[in-house]
């Protein structure tokens, strides 16, 4: 969500800081602002929408200074507003901020109370006004830092600079992420290390309840309880190159078609020649059950990956939204696992649950595209998905990388129990290569796609339809194409049609019917023609013996390769994805950053 940027530097900061955030935009926001210390004074400038606006402003209202803190917002209390934007000032400090600060109103109404005024509706300016008092008192800013921090309940990222401390800044974490770079004669602060990389590849990660007081000689950090903490220095390699778009209209359609290139490097470490191999040392043979809890797209692909578990490796599963797994305060058994999915790897809701499940399960495993986040590194065993850097606010390689950890996961689960045989592994690692092979072929379907996403964009309600493992992505088309294109889009089970859907159906609901040649094929085709005596109309995708058995009638087809049918989840989200990204530029809205989300969901 709300990306924060702090830096200590050798040269004019207002540009670097600019930059930084301009990396940080994947993660979703409404305003954006910087604050820096020039000749001891405070100077801030804010501006609403994207980041280009902010830049245009510093341009007619330069803002000197080499120490300076910088905010992309993603509106939680208040609108989107110049007066709601960050940093917030109060008096002598400035701060920007992730997060949600629980008791704001309390804090706010004694602070009131206590003649300290409010120009924004945010919990942040509470923070920065609660540190003003402090200092009001007398207190040196580290000690009026101190104080703050432990009034303040919630989750929170904190960065802060002071009038007069042009060597000086602190940065705190509680459940928000937060990372230091080191530099040499300078020192940076960034809520993502993709911020920090044109700065420095040496990074220190916040763990929970930290924080920091940073000069330009280095950094001092204290936990929870206000110890000394020695926080390792990693050093990171995070390739430029990655986060630019490389030639293509926007990041969704670059990682839409990144996607037969990461996973063959995926599939490529997890074994050769037949082997199966995971990045963790997991041995499933004594697992009664398994918990899978994720957030959003990573929820369907754990709904894609029950079926898999019960299916090749008889290992029942449950499967939770990470927002509701806390409150149902499931049992859980002792000698069970809790795996929990995540791209950022800080989502809050998901990392929260895995906090919940630690004390009640045998193992917690984290399937995450970044092995340095915090749901990593509170894990006990990691399987990084290696898509990469993904930017775009759609999950587009990563859900697909997701999947194949995990259907690699039940395959060795499968192998430790005794399930499958080393010969039918070995024959599911064939078909797993040939998979990027196929993903190829189901990528040439983008300009069929396009032409008829010009009839999809007019549509105001789009049902998906699946079977089996092709129902959770039926769910996941239904996403995609509601968060990208704002068409209202619902993903039922295809036999749960005649249990209400169908009510909706007329000649102006389009139908998209995901439907590989299977075992269910012919019960899919059922209902299919159900929706087209009512009138609906029809796109079908499915492989060439599915359309020449069952396109006639159809309003469209798509044909995919054929493929396995453990693995056709896995090749049917690229048409998923390619139609959600096609009716989205028909219909000219903002196809990476979607209006009201964010790609990192940091707050609950």
């Known amino acids: 969500m709300c990306g924060i940027v702090g830096i200590l530097g050798k040269h004019e900061v207002a540009p670097q800081l600019v930059e930084a955030l301009r990396r940080l935009e994947y993660r979703g926001y409404d305003s954006a602002g910087i604050a820096t210390v020039n000749q001891g004074r405070l100077g801030r400038r804010r501006a609403v929408g994207k980041l280009v606006n902010l830049s245009d402003l510093l341009v007619h209202d330069p803002l000197a200074g080499k120490s300076g803190i910088g905010h992309t917002r993603w509106a939680t209390h208040g609108a989107a507003t110049v007066a709601n934007a960050h940093p917030h000032q109060a008096g002598r400090v400035a701060v920007v901020h992730n997060g949600i600060i629980e008791n704001f109103r309390e804090l706010r109404q004694?602070?009131?109370?206590?003649?300290?005024?409010?120009e924004s509706e945010t919990d942040t300016e509470t923070?920065?006004?609660l540190l003003r008092s402090h200092l009001d008192r007398g207190l040196d800013p580290v000690d009026a830092t101190r104080e703050t921090l432990g009034r303040l309940h919630g989750a929170f990222a904190l960065c802060f600079l002071f009038e007069g401390e042009e060597d000086l800044m602190i940065a705190a974490r509680k459940g928000s992420p937060l990372a230091i770079g080191h530099g040499t004669g300078e020192m940076f602060v960034g809520s993502d290390a993709i911020a920090l990389a044109p700065l420095t590849d040496r990074i220190t990660y916040l763990e929970e309840g930290d924080w920091a007081v940073l000069t330009r000689a280095g950094v001092t950090i204290r936990d929870a309880a206000g110890r000394l903490a020695n926080r390792a220095v990693t050093q990171i390699a995070l390739d430029a190159a990655r986060v630019e778009k490389a030639g293509y209209r926007h990041f969704m359609a670059k990682e839409i078609a990144e996607q037969p290139v990461v996973l063959a490097d995926a599939l490529r470490e997890a074994g050769r020649d037949g082997t199966l191999s995971l990045a963790a040392d997991l041995d499933f043979r004594d697992v009664d059950r398994l918990t899978l809890v994720a957030c959003g797209t990573a929820y369907y692909a754990c709904v894609v990956a029950k079926y898999?578990?019960?299916q090749v490796a008889r290992l029942p599963v449950d499967v939770d939204i990470a927002s509701e797994f806390r409150y149902r305060d499931p049992p859980l058994s002792p000698k069970s696992w809790a795996i929990f999915v995540s791209q950022s790897g800080e989502t809050a809701d998901t990392l929260a649950a895995l906090r919940h499940a630690r004390e009640q399960v045998a193992r917690i495993v984290a399937v995450v595209n970044v092995p340095t986040s915090s749901i990593a590194r509170e894990a006990d065993a990691v399987l990084p998905i290696r898509a990469g850097v993904e930017v775009g606010v759609a999950s587009t390689k990563a859900f697909t990388c997701q999947l194949a950890t995990l259907l690699l996961m039940a395959l060795k689960a499968g192998q430790d129990r005794g399930v499958l045989t080393a010969e039918?592994?070995?024959?599911?690692?064939?078909?797993?290569?040939?998979?990027?092979?196929?993903?190829n072929h189901a990528l040439r379907l983008a300009e069929p796609i396009a032409l008829l996403a010009e009839d999809l964009a007019e549509a105001q309600d789009i049902l998906f339809l699946g079977?089996?493992?092709?129902?959770?992505?039926?769910?996941?088309?239904?996403?995609k194409l509601k968060e990208i294109s704002y068409i209202h889009a619902e993903g039922y089970a295809s036999g749960e049609l005649k249990h209400g859907p169908i009510a909706l159906i007329d000649a102006r609901v389009p139908v998209?019917?995901?439907a590989p040649r299977d075992a269910l094929f012919e019960k899919t085709v059922s209902n299919?023609?159900?929706?087209?005596?009512r009138h609906g109309k029809v796109l079908l995708i499915s492989d060439a013996r599915g359309v020449a058995e069952a396109g006639a009638g159809c309003w469209r087809c798509l044909t995919l390769p054929e493929v396995p049918d453990l693995l056709a989840p896995i090749l049917y989200a690229i048409p998923a994805q390619l139609l959600a990204y096609h009716t989205a530029v028909a219909k000219g809205t903002d196809v990476d950053q979607p209006r009201n989300l964010a790609k990192s969901v940091t707050v609950e």
Do not use: K
């Open 528 to 533: 299919m023609q159900e929706v087209m005596a």
């Open 110 to 118: 004694d602070l009131t109370a206590a003649g300290y005024g409010f």
């Open 127 to 129: 923070v920065a006004n």
């Open 467 to 479: 079977r089996g493992a092709m129902y959770p992505l039926a769910l996941e088309g239904a996403l």
């Open 308 to 310: 898999w578990f019960e």
């Open 512 to 514: 998209i019917v995901m």
């Open 424 to 439: 039918q592994v070995a024959a599911h690692r064939a078909d797993l290569a040939a998979l990027p092979g196929l993903m």
